[in-house]
């Protein structure tokens, strides 16, 4: 019993430190946040790179989940599109996507970074194509590319259903819905100034991804 709980605990705190200071955060942190000793956190994850991953993978697992069920209980395109963001910010599972998600761009070495490492900038190239990079060889310490592929290709339905339906700005790809999920879930101290500060952004963003008629 006092192992189940100290995993869940590990788990939430990993959870809070990740999304507040991104997966570069020490393993030192997350065991101060769950109130148990960094021996502990290490006996259950032997190295960083695997608690990176499951939490990583449960987050993109959770957005794909959120994905399917916008697609199956809401009729109108723009609708579910529109709940799908609503629903995957207000979780705040955007600050923990895995990064080999949003690598977007034509270039090889163009990649947007999370919002919580403070990039100086977060502009991506002009209509970027989303991809998944390609690595030589897998390990059992990198993320599940099959879950961010999954991931992938149901956010591409809400697009293309709502792009089909001339609801969406033609332009808009599914790495521009990703990138709208990473940044419109801010993490802020007071959990009803992060909670209005989403929304507000959140109406900004899709605002910004609808068509407009023309004329």
């Known amino acids: 019993m006092d192992a189940q709980r100290n995993l869940e605990h590990v788990l939430r705190a990993a959870r809070e430190v990740f999304g507040e200071l991104g997966y570069g955060a020490p ?4 065991a101060r946040r769950a109130r148990v000793g960094v021996g502990t956190v290490y006996r259950r994850f032997p190295s960083k790179d695997v608690l990176v991953r499951r939490i990583a993978e449960e ?5 794909t989940d959120q994905a399917r069920a916008a ?5 109108e395109p723009w609708s579910a599109l529109a709940r ?3 629903t995957s910010v207000a979780s705040g599972a955007g600050r923990l996507l895995p990064p080999q998600v949003l690598r977007v ?3 090889v070495e163009t990649e947007i970074r999370l919002p919580q490492q403070r990039p100086a900038a977060l502009a991506a190239p002009a209509q ?8 030589p060889t897998a390990t059992e310490d990198e993320p599940d590319d099959a879950g961010a592929a999954a991931l992938l290709e149901v956010v591409g339905q809400l697009v293309e259903r709502a792009r089909a339906a001339g609801e969406l700005r033609p332009d808009v790809t599914v790495a521009d819905v990703l990138l709208v999920i990473a940044t419109a879930a801010p993490s802020l101290p007071d959990a009803a100034q992060q909670a209005a500060a989403s929304s507000r952004l ?3 963003l ?4 609808r068509s407009r008629p023309v004329g």
């Open 59 to 63: 987050e993109t697992a959770r957005l």
């Open 206 to 209: 899709l605002d910004g991804l």
């Open 202 to 204: 959140l109406d900004i």
């Open 105 to 107: 761009g034509v270039d």
């Open 71 to 75: 697609l199956g209980q809401e009729n």
């Open 128 to 135: 970027p194509e989303l991809r998944l990079v390609e690595r």
């Open 27 to 30: 393993m030192e942190d997350v």
């Open 84 to 86: 799908f963001l609503r």
